[in-house]
């Protein structure tokens, strides 16, 4: 299928047909970057199956999907728990771009963004290591224990030895939890 009918079936009444076309322009990765402004306003579509389909797809196209940081960061901060995950999970492959939108993000009022901010940066291993910092400071003072745990298996993820300081500085003060690092 070439790549002009995947984008006029976007424009579908069908949420299927825009939910297939998506993740055929999502399989096809890099070489379907021509379709990344569709993609991105995809991200609004009614049916959130088509739009998780098209933040997976943006997932596969890490290095054009940059420019869709901005549509990724207001689902990560949206209402729609189901998509917070999967935002998270593309936003930590596009890469360095998106260190300063999970920064952000670990400012929320809610602890469940800041839990999957925190564990998009550990997906980004080493890549996120300028976000050491601002993961120390959320185990100073976020008082949310899924946050604290979030972030010891980030700092673990992330591998620097600022981040091992990090962690061994809150085992030995207190701060976060030592029962069970998973985000």
Not at 19 to 29: D, F, I, K, Q
């Amino acid at each position: 299928m070439d790549i002009q009918t995947l984008l006029n079936d976007l424009d579908s009444d069908d949420p299927a047909r825009r939910y297939l076309a998506v993740e055929t322009l999502g399989e096809m990765g890099e070489q379907a970057h021509n379709a990344l402004p569709y993609l991105i306003k995809t991200l609004r579509d009614r049916d959130p199956l088509v739009v998780e389909a098209a933040i997976e797809a943006l997932g596969n196209m890490p290095l054009a999907a940059v420019v869709a940081v901005p549509s990724l960061a207001k689902i990560l901060k949206g209402d729609n728990t189901t998509l917070r995950r999967p935002a998270a999970r593309t936003l930590s492959k596009i890469g360095e771009a998106a260190i300063a939108t999970f920064i952000i993000c670990l400012q929320d009022h809610r602890s469940d963004v800041r839990r999957v901010s925190v564990a998009g940066l550990g997906l980004m291993g080493s890549r996120a290591a300028r976000a050491v910092d601002a993961l120390a400071n959320r185990l100073e003072y976020d008082a949310d224990q899924g946050v604290h745990r979030a972030v010891l298996a980030a700092l673990e993820q992330i591998g620097t030895n600022e981040a091992f300081i990090v962690m061994g500085r809150s085992r030995t003060s207190g701060t976060g939890s030592e029962s069970d690092n998973s985000p």
